[in-house]
């Protein structure tokens, strides 16, 4: 018997990277798993290879979030699992960023999590409750050079969890935000071995599993967690380890 047995999740940006695995981990243990993403031949492939379903949302659109959870809840009733996971990062220095790719980060980052949240909210309440799972980074956390709009939609997320999980505490919804360091995935493709894990107090880049496992306990077993954050970065934000 699987821990999440009967319930329906919905990963978004599951076509590859840490979305697949969070999807994966979730269907390994009984959840009926919906992969959404704009990647339509790789978040097929995911889903039929987990006996899920797949789903074309860009989570940047107020139209496609309702459509895809019209299908979903015509499909498999509800609900109860959402992975607010899809992402983008651009790297560029605040002075020079375009409107335009400030509007794009935001836009994916922040604005698609809080179309998320508010797509599913109904179908989870007329199910006597969910869990939601907003995937920050560290730079939720703190600054980094040259990713000020990507900064900025991560803090972002941050408070748009703690302001959800107010709003819906008592529909029995619990919403938590996974702030990672450096995970190996596409999104990082290059920057495996390039230094900057070196002072961390694990000196190692993350590997997506170690991701995907956090968020089967906030999502199974985090009863009693809402509104906060769970950082999984090797240490990063606690500090660096000086060599003397
Ligand atoms: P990735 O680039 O490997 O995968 C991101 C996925 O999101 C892709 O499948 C992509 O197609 C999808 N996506 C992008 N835009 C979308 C949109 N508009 N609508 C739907 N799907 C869309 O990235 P990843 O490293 O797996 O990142 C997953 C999440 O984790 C992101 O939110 C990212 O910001 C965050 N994160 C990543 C790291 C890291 O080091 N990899 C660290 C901290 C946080």
Do not use: C
Request: avoid cysteine; aromatic fraction near 6%.
């Amino acid at each position: 018997m699987g821990k999440l047995d009967g319930k329906v999740a919905l990963v978004t940006g599951g076509a590859h990277g840490m979305g697949a695995f969070e999807a994966r981990i979730l269907a390994a243990e009984g959840a009926t798993v919906v992969v959404a993403d704009m990647l339509d031949d790789e978040g097929a492939e995911v889903a039929s290879s987990i006996g899920g379903m797949y789903a074309h949302l860009d989570v940047s659109s107020e139209s496609d979030w309702s459509r895809v959870v019209d299908e979903v809840t015509a499909a498999h009733g509800h609900v109860d699992i959402l992975v607010n996971n899809a992402g983008v990062v651009g790297f560029t220095p605040v002075a020079t960023t375009e409107l335009s790719e400030w509007n794009r980060v935001i836009g994916i980052n922040l604005t698609g999590v809080f179309l998320g949240i508010r797509a599913v909210s109904a179908t989870m309440k007329e199910a006597g409750g969910g869990v939601i799972v907003n995937i920050s980074s560290t730079a939720g956390m703190m600054g980094y050079s040259n990713l000020s709009a990507y900064v900025a939609s991560k803090w972002g997320v941050r408070g748009l969890t703690k302001a959800a999980a107010l709003d819906l505490g008592r529909d029995n919804i619990r919403v938590v935000s996974v702030h990672p360091g450096g995970i190996r995935t596409p999104m990082t493709a290059g920057m495996e071995d390039n230094g900057m894990y070196d002072a961390q107090p694990i000196p190692r880049i993350g590997e997506p599993d170690e991701v995907a496992k956090l968020v089967l306990y906030l999502v199974a077993d985090a009863t009693y967690s809402t509104g906060t954050e769970f950082v999984i970065d090797g240490g990063a934000t606690v500090g660096q380890v000086l060599t003397v």
